[in-house]
C-alpha cells in the first residue's frame, strides 16, 4: 500500500499504551499520551535521500490537507489506460478486481484487473522489442502509483493500448465505460495516420493531425463523456511547442496543462489554447533532481519522469479523489468544481491561460466546498458601482460576484428606478387599473459568471440618473432559484 508508513504508526500507539500499563500506570495516572517512538523512516530504493514517491506534487495539488477529509472509496473506478504495466507491490489492494470476468487468452488469464486491448491477450504488460527500456517498463506503473497516492481508497482498472493496434484505443475507452469507471486516465494521445498507413504521421516527420483514419476513438471519447464519465489527457508532446492536439482538445477529454514544482508553467508545456486546468508534470533538462517526479517504477523499485502524462494522472486521481466524495455529481458539474477552485487563477477569470488554462488543480479546495456552495448564487458587489454619462443617459458598470461554485451561464441585473416588489399605485386593481408605469425597468443586462469568480458588468439606462436605483440579480440557468436585491445610492454622474 502507497503510505504504508503513515498505517505503522498505529501498532506503535499501541505498543506505548501496553507499555504504560505494564508499568502499572492507570489512564487516570498518564498526564499525556505517551510519545510513540519515531518509526525509522521507510526506505525508497532508487528514491533520492529525504524524497518520498510522488512528494511535492502531492503538496503542490494540496492532497495531503486533502486527506483529512476523504481518501476515496472503493467503489469508484479510474481506468489507467497506457503502453504497458508492471505491477509494484506498493499497489497491492489499490487494483479493480472484476466481479464478472468475461475474457480468457489461450493462457486462461482473464480480466481479473483490466485486460491488454494491444496483444488482446489478459497480460497486461509490454512484451515488445523495447520491453527493456526504461520508458516500457516503468511509465505504466508510475501513472497508475499517480492516481493511487491522490485517491488511496479508489480502485485502479488497467488497460492496454499501443500505437500498433490502433482499435486498441477505442476498446480501452468502450471497455472501461461498460464496467464502470468514471474517470479515464489516457496519457498518451492517439496519432493519426496517412491513408492506408500503419505508422502514425508523427513519427514520419508529419505533425499532429484530425484522427480522420480513427473515428471509432473519436465516437468511443463521445460516448463516454455522454455516459456521463469523464477523460484526462496531458496536452500535446512535452516539446514547448503551440499545437492543435486530438483528441487531447476535443470537448470530450479534459486537456491537462503541466506545472512545475514553483507552480509556473513547466519548460515543456505545450502552449495550447485548450487546457482547461494543470497539474505536476516536473521541468526538463535540469540537473537539479528535485525537479523532476519520483515515484513508482517496473522493477518493484522507484524511478522519475517528467512530461504531460504526469500531469494528465495527478489530474485523473484528483477528478477520483474529489468525485467519490460527491457521486451525485454530473461529469460537467466536476469540471467546473476542478476549474473553479484550481489555484492560481489567470488574471482574466474568463480567459484560461493557455498553458495552466484556469489554474493548478487544488484537490483539498475542491473538498472543502460546503453544502451551501453547491449552487449558483450571484450577487452584486455593492461597492463595485460606478456611474458615467453615456448617449440618451447613462451607464452602470459593477461587478458580480458569483458565491456558487457552479458556473452561471446567463446572470441577469435588472436596473429600477424603485422598489420592484411593492405597487407604486396601491388603490389600482385589475377593475380600475391605475396610472402608467411609474416604477420601471431602466435598463439591464445579461452575462456570464464562473463560480467563485467575479464578472464586470455594463447596463445602459435610458435617462436622467436617479438618485436611488433598485437591483434585481438572478440567473437565468436551470435550477438557479436565488434572486438579489439591493438599493443603491447613485452620486450624480459627472458631467460629460
Ligand atoms: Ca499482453
Same mark, same amino acid.
Given at each position: 500500500?502507497?503510505?504504508?508508513?503513515?498505517?505503522?504508526?498505529?501498532?506503535?500507539?499501541?505498543?506505548?499504551?501496553?507499555?504504560?500499563?505494564?508499568?502499572?500506570?492507570?489512564?487516570?495516572?498518564?498526564?499525556?499520551?505517551?510519545? $510513540?517512538?519515531?518509526?525509522?523512516?521507510?526506505?525508497?530504493?532508487?528514491?533520492?535521500?529525504?524524497?518520498?514517491?510522488?512528494?511535492?506534487?502531492?503538496?503542490?495539488?494540496?492532497?495531503?490537507?486533502?486527506?483529512?477529509?476523504?481518501?476515496?472509496?472503493?467503489?469508484?473506478?479510474?481506468?489507467?489506460?497506457?503502453?504497458?504495466?508492471?505491477?509494484?507491490?506498493?499497489?497491492?489492494?489499490?487494483?479493480?478486481?472484476?466481479?464478472?470476468?468475461?475474457?480468457?487468452?489461450?493462457?486462461?488469464?482473464?480480466?481479473?484487473?483490466?485486460?491488454?486491448?494491444?496483444?488482446?491477450?489478459?497480460?497486461?504488460?509490454?512484451n515488445g522489442p523495447q520491453a527493456e527500456?526504461?520508458?516500457?517498463?516503468?511509465?505504466?506503473?508510475?501513472?497508475?502509483?499517480?492516481?493511487?497516492?491522490?485517491?488511496?481508497?479508489?480502485?485502479?482498472?488497467?488497460?492496454?493500448?499501443?500505437?500498433?493496434?490502433?482499435?486498441?484505443?477505442?476498446?480501452?475507452?468502450?471497455?472501461?465505460?461498460?464496467?464502470?469507471?468514471?474517470?479515464?486516465?489516457?496519457?498518451?494521445?492517439?496519432?493519426?495516420?496517412?491513408?492506408?498507413?500503419?505508422?502514425?504521421?508523427?513519427?514520419?516527420?508529419?505533425?499532429?493531425?484530425?484522427?480522420?483514419?480513427?473515428?471509432?476513438?473519436?465516437?468511443?471519447?463521445?460516448?463516454?463523456?455522454?455516459?456521463?464519465?469523464?477523460?484526462?489527457?496531458?496536452?500535446?508532446?512535452?516539446?514547448g511547442r503551440r499545437v492543435a492536439f486530438?483528441?487531447?482538445?476535443?470537448?470530450?477529454?479534459?486537456?491537462?496543462?503541466?506545472?512545475?514544482?514553483?507552480?509556473?508553467?513547466?519548460?515543456?508545456?505545450?502552449?495550447?489554447?485548450?487546457?482547461?486546468?494543470?497539474?505536476?508534470?516536473?521541468?526538463?533538462?535540469?540537473?537539479?533532481?528535485?525537479?523532476?517526479?519520483?515515484?513508482?517504477?517496473?522493477?518493484?523499485?522507484?524511478?522519475?519522469?517528467?512530461?504531460?502524462?504526469?500531469?494528465?494522472?495527478?489530474?485523473?486521481?484528483?477528478?477520483?479523489?474529489?468525485?467519490?466524495?460527491? $457521486?451525485?455529481?454530473?461529469?460537467?458539474?466536476?469540471?467546473?468544481?476542478?476549474?473553479?477552485?484550481?489555484?492560481?487563477?489567470?488574471?482574466?477569470?474568463?480567459?484560461?491561460?493557455?498553458?495552466?488554462?484556469?489554474?493548478?488543480?487544488?484537490?483539498?479546495?475542491?473538498?472543502?466546498?460546503?453544502?451551501?456552495?453547491?449552487?449558483?448564487?450571484?450577487?452584486?458587489?455593492?461597492?463595485?458601482?460606478?456611474?458615467?454619462?453615456?448617449?440618451?443617459?447613462?451607464?452602470?458598470?459593477?461587478?458580480?460576484?458569483?458565491?456558487?461554485?457552479?458556473?452561471?451561464?446567463?446572470?441577469?441585473?435588472?436596473?429600477?428606478?424603485?422598489?420592484?416588489?411593492?405597487?407604486?399605485?396601491?388603490?389600482?386593481?385589475?377593475?380600475?387599473?391605475?396610472?402608467?408605469?411609474?416604477?420601471?425597468?431602466?435598463?439591464?443586462?445579461?452575462?456570464?459568471?464562473?463560480?467563485?469568480?467575479?464578472?464586470?458588468?455594463?447596463?445602459?439606462?435610458?435617462?436622467?440618473?436617479?438618485?436611488?436605483?433598485?437591483?434585481?440579480?438572478?440567473?437565468?440557468?436551470?435550477?438557479?432559484?436565488?434572486?438579489?436585491?439591493?438599493?443603491?445610492?447613485?452620486?450624480?454622474?459627472?458631467?460629460?
Amino acid at each position: 500500500m502507497i503510505f504504508a508508513s503513515v498505517i505503522q504508526v498505529v501498532p506503535h500507539r499501541l505498543r506505548a499504551w501496553r507499555l504504560a500499563f505494564t508499568l502499572g500506570l492507570g489512564l487516570a495516572a498518564l498526564p499525556v499520551w505517551p510519545v $510513540p517512538a519515531a518509526d525509522p523512516p521507510r526506505q525508497y530504493p532508487g528514491l533520492p535521500e529525504g524524497t518520498t514517491p510522488y512528494d511535492w506534487a502531492l503538496e503542490q495539488l494540496q492532497v495531503p490537507a486533502a486527506h483529512a477529509r476523504h481518501r476515496g472509496r472503493p467503489g469508484f473506478v479510474v481506468a489507467v489506460i497506457d503502453l504497458g504495466y508492471r505491477h509494484h507491490p506498493d499497489l497491492e489492494g489499490h487494483l479493480w478486481v472484476n466481479p464478472n470476468p468475461t475474457r480468457r487468452d489461450v493462457e486462461q488469464r482473464q480480466d481479473l484487473h483490466g485486460w491488454d486491448f494491444a496483444d488482446d491477450d489478459g497480460s497486461l504488460e509490454y512484451n515488445g522489442p523495447q520491453a527493456e527500456s526504461a520508458y516500457y517498463t516503468n511509465h505504466h506503473v508510475f501513472v497508475a502509483g499517480e492516481v493511487a497516492a491522490v485517491a488511496p481508497e479508489c480502485r485502479l482498472m488497467i488497460l492496454r493500448v499501443s500505437y500498433r493496434n490502433h482499435d486498441s484505443w477505442y476498446q480501452a475507452v468502450d471497455y472501461a465505460v461498460r464496467h464502470g469507471a468514471k474517470v479515464l486516465v489516457m496519457p498518451h494521445g492517439y496519432i493519426g495516420r496517412a491513408p492506408g498507413s500503419e505508422v502514425p504521421l508523427f513519427y514520419q516527420g508529419t505533425d499532429f493531425t484530425w484522427p480522420e483514419d480513427n473515428p471509432k476513438l473519436r465516437e468511443s471519447l463521445d460516448k463516454a463523456y455522454d455516459a456521463g464519465c469523464l477523460v484526462f489527457s496531458g496536452t500535446a508532446d512535452n516539446r514547448g511547442r503551440r499545437v492543435a492536439f486530438f483528441p487531447v482538445a476535443s470537448e470530450a477529454v479534459c486537456a491537462v496543462g503541466s506545472s512545475n514544482r514553483t507552480g509556473e508553467a513547466s519548460n515543456m508545456a505545450a502552449d495550447a489554447d485548450y487546457v482547461e486546468f494543470s497539474a505536476p508534470a516536473g521541468q526538463r533538462g535540469t540537473a537539479d533532481p528535485g525537479q523532476t517526479v519520483w515515484g513508482l517504477g517496473g522493477r518493484q523499485d522507484y524511478t522519475s519522469f517528467e512530461g504531460g502524462c504526469m500531469a494528465c494522472s495527478f489530474a485523473g486521481g484528483v477528478a477520483a479523489l474529489v468525485w467519490s466524495r460527491h $457521486p451525485e455529481w454530473t461529469n460537467d458539474q466536476l469540471r467546473q468544481v476542478l476549474r473553479n477552485t484550481a489555484r492560481g487563477q489567470p488574471r482574466d477569470a474568463h480567459q484560461p491561460d493557455r498553458k495552466l488554462g484556469y489554474g493548478i488543480l487544488s484537490a483539498d479546495e475542491a473538498l472543502a466546498l460546503t453544502d451551501d456552495q453547491l449552487t449558483r448564487d450571484v450577487r452584486l458587489v455593492a461597492d463595485s458601482l460606478k456611474i458615467t454619462p453615456c448617449e440618451g443617459g447613462f451607464r452602470l458598470r459593477g461587478t458580480l460576484h458569483n458565491h456558487g461554485v457552479w458556473d452561471a451561464r446567463k446572470a441577469m441585473v435588472v436596473v429600477y428606478n424603485g422598489d420592484p416588489t411593492q405597487p407604486r399605485s396601491s388603490e389600482a386593481t385589475l377593475d380600475q387599473p391605475g396610472p402608467e408605469l411609474q416604477t420601471r425597468q431602466l435598463g439591464h443586462a445579461v452575462t456570464s459568471v464562473r463560480g467563485l469568480h467575479e464578472s464586470g458588468i455594463a447596463i445602459d439606462c435610458a435617462g436622467a440618473a436617479p438618485a436611488k436605483v433598485w437591483f434585481e440579480v438572478y440567473c437565468l440557468d436551470r435550477r438557479s432559484p436565488r434572486i438579489h436585491r439591493l438599493m443603491v445610492n447613485l452620486p450624480a454622474p459627472p458631467t460629460p
